[in-house]
């Protein structure tokens, strides 16, 4: 089974300690890490993900610390739901097989990744003027907003397109392999 390493920032590790993982050393080859951070809508908390490979991002609403223990089945079922709202057409079993179990880890100081995180959090706080509570945000709606951007470190490509790539590209290596199709 694989594994996927969600990296958090100072600030969500404050309140998910107890949920951190030793430090190990694992890698999911087909979408690797994971950085998060978090951010209140009408004192709720929220978390915000980045993918570092495809900067692909995904919110997680509303995430109490009693969720923390199914946080593998909040996250892939927030992954597969956005993916699908995004147009990227793909299986849950194919998710749950790409992310396996997650596992939070202490921050990794990637300011790469923080960046494009505090820079789509910028967003989320004008969206939240916009839409005033929590009960009237489309999540969904929003995320895909930040998912059509087009980002300069992927040659200005727009994160879905590189995430639809990465699990195209995922789907038909695990069908060479489960045929045996050696190109």
Known sequence: MSKTR???TRKLEKITKEFISEN?????????????????VSHKK??????KMTKYLLILPN?????LKNISSI?????????????????????????GEIKLQETNNDRSTNG??????????????????????????LNGRLNSSP??????KYPKEKMNEMINNYEKKSFLEKNRIVL
């Open 6 to 8: 969600i990296f958090t």
């Open 24 to 40: 190990e050393e694992f890698n999911n080859e087909y979408l690797g890490d994971w950085t998060s951070t978090l951010f209140y």
């Open 46 to 51: 929220c978390w915000l993900l980045i993918n």
């Open 63 to 67: 995430i109490k610390k009693t969720d």
């Open 75 to 99: 996250f892939k079922e927030n992954l597969f739901a956005q993916l699908t709202f995004d147009g990227i057409e793909t299986r849950y079993e194919l998710v749950e097989k790409i992310i």
């Open 116 to 141: 494009s995180l505090n820079n789509c959090l910028l967003f989320l706080e004008d969206w939240k003027c916009e839409f005033g509570d929590y009960e009237n945000m489309n999540f969904r709606d």
């Open 151 to 156: 980002n300069k470190m992927l040659n200005w």
